[in-house]
């Protein structure tokens, strides 16, 4: 409140910070408490104000069972007929053992139908 009377209106975002290249797992996968919030001041003469509220759920995290990331540094542009390395994190967030797994590599559909007598066309 200010001293004249009135009020401040201020408005949060909560994220969650990422997990970076530690390992560390995302906080919001076990659940979606985010926490507490709490916010002290002191008034005019002093005094010591405390607001806490209670807990702040998130937004429900999808969990999929198997999650497959690219390593950071992958090229951004590709050579056709060259040879691309990249590497592939697997991560099975199931507590079973997963079957062998085989990458398979589809070609992306072209983004406008060639059309009969046009340049680049059939």
């Known amino acids: 409140l200010s001293p004249n009377g009135g009020s401040t209106h201020f408005l ?3 994220r969650a910070k990422g997990s970076g290249t530690g390992g560390a ?3 919001l996968e076990g659940g979606n408490t985010l926490g507490k919030l709490e916010i002290c001041w002191k008034g005019n003469m002093g ?3 405390r607001l806490q509220t209670q807990q702040i759920l998130g937004a429900p ?3 999929k069972d198997v999650e497959l990331t690219l ?3 992958a090229p951004t542009t590709a050579w056709l007929a060259e040879p691309l390395v990249l590497e592939c994190v697997v991560c099975n967030r199931t507590g079973k053992k997963t079957p062998p797994l085989e990458l398979v590599i589809q070609p992306a ?3 406008v139908a060639p059309v ?3 340049p680049g066309g059939a």
């Open 12 to 14: 949060f975002e909560l």
């Open 25 to 27: 797992e995302n906080p």
């Open 47 to 49: 005094e010591a104000g």
């Open 61 to 63: 995290q999808a969990r």
């Open 71 to 73: 390593r950071p540094g």
């Open 109 to 111: 559909l072209p983004a």
């Open 116 to 118: 009969a007598g046009v």
